[in-house]
């Protein structure tokens, strides 16, 4: 089978690449992206013999359309705002696609697609990360467990073993940290400010104690839906440290992140953009560890429960890539191999929660080294 990986010589994308390259089930793996050279080196990284390189503008719909038509399933791993335009390529050519999360506000945009994704017969798997993706599948899994369901927290936490800055796209970063999180309460999303919900979350080791704030989190537009089983509250925290915060509001007050155009000389851009562009590239070969931890409270057989999930990953040795590169690109390669030999039969635009069977996955996630732990606690009777 022939993967189309867009965006697949970027930080997590070429993760996705080399799983792709190093599964026998697989005979080409495409990288689309602009930029040729670094898709050359990331191509001879991975194994070379079955990757072949275009040049892909992931920006234009015919462009992405023309790419599509040869591919037996594909993975997009370009940055979450060209998602909508991934979106409607796959569902007019009749791929089967999978994505890295729309932080949720894309999200939201890519579902109005649904009855044209369902109509075409094509399988839209959104957010096949780590969180998006794993988390919202562990959600589910839990809450499957119960009749009833009060609560589903989401922590992830990250530590970095040695100095750096960014490990993920700087644009993702802006949106998460300036628009500020969504969480779902009593049967309600409410906005609020960014770094809001400080608390410290112990994560395993080595990741340990870290302080973590709400996240703006694609899998909070479907999962009150998908779980249901009247569900109170849904959220998803992060880890961050104080430098995150000071700098993002330092950007904000010399008006950085504003997003309408300013005129220079000739020339007119925002901020924003101007700002992206002087971003440096994420660092993926950070020495770090990363965590996740899913919890869901409910009721099962008249008594409160709780299950939690959890799972750690280090810098991953052989590849040579921060912890959550490898969490984020491997579950990309699954799904869009699950994708190529139709494992996933309903079509539409589907969360992760809903389209993927989960013990497949889990198994699938083993194989790579990544684990998960689960754990019940049984605490109240209820009379």
Not at 314 to 322: G, I, L, N
């Amino acid at each position: 089978m022939r993967i189309l990986v867009l965006g697949g010589a970027g930080a997590m994308g070429m993760v996705t690449v080399r799983d792709l390259a190093e599964s026998n089930q697989v005979s080409e793996v495409i990288i689309g992206d602009m930029n040729l050279e670094k898709a050359r080196k990331i191509a001879e990284w991975a194994g070379g013999e079955k990757i072949t390189v275009r040049k892909i503008d992931i920006s234009s719909l015919e462009d992405l359309k023309q790419n599509m038509r040869d591919a037996d399933a594909v993975a997009n791993a370009a940055p979450y705002h060209l998602n909508l335009t991934v979106t409607k390529a796959a569902i007019e050519t009749g791929k089967n696609l999978t994505d890295l999360g729309g932080v949720y506000y894309m999200t939201l945009k890519q579902l109005e697609l649904d009855n044209e994704a369902e109509k075409a017969g094509v399988s839209i798997v959104l957010g096949c990360g780590l969180a998006p993706g794993i988390a919202d599948v562990l959600a589910k899994f839990g809450a499957d467990k119960m009749e009833k369901v009060d609560e589903v927290h989401i922590w992830y936490g990250d530590r970095s073993l040695e100095p750096a800055k960014y490990k993920w796209s700087f644009r993702t970063v802006l949106e998460e940290y300036t628009r500020g999180p969504v969480i779902y309460e009593d049967g309600k999303y409410k906005s609020l400010p960014p770094f809001s919900g400080k608390s410290i979350v112990k994560f395993p080791s080595p990741v340990g104690e870290r302080p973590c704030c709400y996240a703006l989190y694609s899998g909070l537009a479907t999962l009150p839906k998908t779980i249901g089983k009247g569900v109170r509250k849904i959220d998803c925290s992060m880890s961050y440290n104080s430098e995150d915060e000071i700098r993002i509001k330092i950007l904000e007050e010399m008006g950085l992140t504003r997003t309408k155009p300013v005129k220079i000389g000739e020339f007119e851009i925002s901020p924003r953009e101007f700002l992206l562009k002087c971003a440096p590239p994420p660092d993926v070969r950070v020495r770090d560890a990363s965590s996740l931890i899913v919890e869901v409270k409910g009721e099962k057989n008249g008594k409160r429960v709780k299950y939690t999930y959890s799972l750690v990953q280090h810098f991953h040795e052989t590849y040579k890539v921060s912890a959550i590169a490898f969490l984020t690109g491997v579950p990309l390669s699954i799904v869009s191999q699950m994708l190529a030999k139709n494992q996933i039969i309903k079509t539409g635009v589907l969360p992760p929660e809903i389209a993927i069977a989960p013990k497949p996955f889990f198994e699938e996630l083993a194989k790579r080294g990544i684990k998960i732990n689960e754990t019940m606690e049984r605490t109240v009777q209820i009379s």
